[in-house]
């Protein structure tokens, strides 16, 4: 997810190079909620840690 997130990133700072500004403030909202849900998910993760699996 965090690859994504990049991919949008670059692909915001490309068109926002360009002058193409809906497509890169587009862009932006997108990488800044994949980053976002992907820190919620690694915070869960964090907190849940490595269980021992139910019997």
């Known amino acids: ?13 490309i068109a926002g190079l360009l002058g193409l500004s809906g497509i890169a403030g587009t ?13 919620i998910f690694a915070a869960v993760s964090f907190v849940m840690g490595r269980r021992p699996p139910v019997t």
């Open 27 to 39: 862009a932006t909202q997108i990488a800044y909620v994949l980053f976002v849900v992907f820190l």
């Open 1 to 13: 997810m965090l690859s994504w997130a990049v991919t949008f990133l670059v692909v915001a700072i």
